[in-house]
């Protein structure tokens, strides 16, 4: 999936890939100044960056992630991740339970 705001989605485990019953997996690409908006889904989740560097927000905090880190996100907690790099950030994430989340309908949509 390519998203308006400058990153490309791939489900490698779950709905659309490899079926997975319990949770989904995925791995992204955000360019530069790009970005995962702020939402908030009952999903619990996990962002782990792979490469590049950016600010993620969970909640109240703020703070700057970078290769190799991961950063857990508790359900229902309003959650984003931008792009602040000159070079591409690829990160994986995991949620559960599986499913797709309603942000990425409405975050298409709203292009």
Same mark, same amino acid.
């Given at each position: 999936?390519?998203?308006?705001? $400058?990153?490309?989605?791939?489900? %490698?485990?779950?709905? #659309?890939?490899? =079926?997975? *019953?319990?949770? !989904?997996?995925?791995?992204?690409?955000?360019?530069? #100044? #790009?970005?995962?908006?702020?939402?908030?889904?009952?999903?619990? *989740?996990?962002?782990?960056?792979? =490469?590049?560097?950016?600010? %993620?927000?969970?909640?109240? =905090? $703020?703070?700057? !992630?970078?290769?190799?880190?991961?950063?857990?996100?508790?359900?229902?907690?309003?959650? $984003?991740? *931008?792009?602040?790099?000159?070079?591409? &950030?690829? &990160? &994986?994430?995991?949620? $559960?339970?599986? #499913?797709?989340?309603?942000?990425?309908? =409405? *975050?298409?949509?709203?292009?």
């Amino acid at each position: 999936m390519v998203f308006p705001t $400058s990153r490309t989605t791939r489900i %490698m485990l779950g709905p #659309g890939g490899v =079926e997975a *019953e319990n949770f !989904v997996v995925g791995y992204v690409v955000i360019k530069p #100044g #790009g970005s995962v908006p702020l939402h908030a889904h009952a999903n619990e *989740e996990a962002y782990t960056i792979m =490469e590049g560097t950016g600010r %993620m927000v969970v909640g109240d =905090e $703020s703070r700057t !992630v970078e290769a190799v880190c991961t950063v857990h996100i508790p359900p229902n907690l309003p959650h $984003s991740l *931008e792009n602040t790099g000159d070079e591409d &950030m690829t &990160m &994986m994430f995991v949620y $559960s339970p599986a #499913g797709l989340v309603d942000h990425w309908a =409405e *975050e298409m949509a709203a292009d």
